[in-house]
């Protein structure tokens, strides 16, 4: 088969049946979510968030526990409690850390080799991808602006000429938007180890985030998942890519009452700044858990607009590799 010879680098790195990672969700990626994932020949990862050290622990031990396949755990390394995350995870039996946020130091990468893990981090570019590599990173993934979550500035499209066409001396898994066995065919054809999910393994029936949550899903399209506007440099902005809700236009709102304000001198840059970053703590949790779809974060993709209902992961999981299979077939039919 096409897809088992085009998918060797990326098992062989991750030690599953197929090259597919379900990629780590704060408040969704549970033992729960992963156990699927795994059953079902993919690589799930654990999310670290912001988790209070002890619970990480403890959930880091439950993965332990159940999990028989190789599985990865997420930290993310501007989190508040990203260091006593980092020591505990330093001596459990994990195989692979996957760092998010800013960019891990080359100390941080070297010290998860030497206790025996393989590191992967993500490339937001051409320089990035090279410094990961000279720090020792494993694989890399590679993630358009298109991705749920926290996102980068630049597109998948141009991601690919930057680093997936330049860089071949560690496994790069690509991630999006992606929603498609047919994309990830094209992917590996250009190079992919593999490809990353999010949004797409939040509409199975595995996962355990709020009915509601999976319904905003469901009726957003992909013009609805937009990332946060930043709107004057004196007030920075993490941009995040979620579905347009009622707090989503507040926070625009929010922003641009800051800035006159600010205009006016009635506060300090300091206090807008402290505004702005107070808005959406604990917004993902409220969405995720409470179910709250108006003024919680509801974190996607745009790749929301390609995924429908809520399905079991065993069957996200095998239209996924027989549609990349067909394609390749398809491809290869083209090329004779
Ligand atoms: C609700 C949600 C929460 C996420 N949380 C994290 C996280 O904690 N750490 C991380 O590295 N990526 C996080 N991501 C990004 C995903 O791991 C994945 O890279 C992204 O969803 C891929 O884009 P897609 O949603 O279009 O498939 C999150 C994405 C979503 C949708």
Redesign the pocket.
């Known amino acids: 088969m096409l897809f088992d010879r085009l998918s060797e680098r990326g098992t062989a790195f991750l030690g599953t049946d197929y090259p597919i990672i379900?990629?780590?969700?704060?408040?969704?990626?549970d033992v729960t979510l992963m156990k699927a994932v795994a059953k079902n020949g993919a690589f799930p990862?654990l999310?670290?968030?912001n988790m209070d050290p002890d619970l990480f622990e403890q959930e880091i031990d439950r993965c332990i526990d159940q999990l028989k396949t190789p599985f990865g755990a997420?930290l993310?390394t501007i989190a508040p409690n990203y260091r006593a995350q980092y020591e505990i995870l330093l001596d459990k039996d994990v195989g692979f850390v996957?760092f998010?946020?800013s960019f891990p130091r080359k100390s941080d990468i070297q010290g998860m080799k030497k206790s025996g893990k393989k590191v992967m981090s993500?490339a937001s570019g051409e320089s990035i991808a090279s410094q990961q590599i000279r720090f020792g990173a494993d694989a890399l993934?590679l993630?358009g602006n298109?991705?749920?979550?926290?996102v980068g500035h630049v597109s998948l499209m141009v991601l690919l000429q930057q680093v997936l066409f330049k860089f071949d001396q560690v496994p790069i898994f690509v991630?999006?938007?992606?929603?498609t066995g047919q994309m990830m065919a094209h992917l590996m054809l250009m190079g992919a180890a593999g490809c990353?999910?999010?949004?797409?393994?939040?509409m199975t029936e595995e996962c355990t985030?709020h009915e509601d949550f999976k319904q905003a899903f469901t009726r957003a399209r992909a013009r609805q998942?937009v990332a946060t506007p930043q709107y004057d440099s004196r007030l920075p902005i993490v941009a995040v890519?979620?579905i347009r809700n009622r707090g989503t236009d507040d926070f625009g709102n929010l922003q641009l009452d800051l800035l006159k304000r600010l205009e006016r001198e009635e506060l300090s840059r300091e206090k807008a700044q402290y505004e702005v970053e107070k808005y959406w703590v604990g917004a993902?949790r409220r969405a995720?858990v409470d179910g709250d779809v108006d003024q919680g974060?509801?974190?996607?993709?745009?790749?929301?607009g390609l995924v429908g209902d809520v399905r079991p992961m065993k069957e996200v999981i095998e239209q996924l590799v027989s549609d990349a299979e067909e394609e390749l077939e398809r491809v290869a039919g083209r090329l004779i």
């Open positions: 379900c990629g780590a969700m704060t408040w969704i990626s990862v999310a670290g968030g997420n993310i996957v998010a946020g993500f993934i993630e298109e991705a749920g979550g926290h991630g999006g938007g992606l929603a990353q999910f999010g949004t797409l393994f939040v985030a998942a890519r979620a993902l995720v974060s509801l974190m996607a993709g745009q790749s929301v």
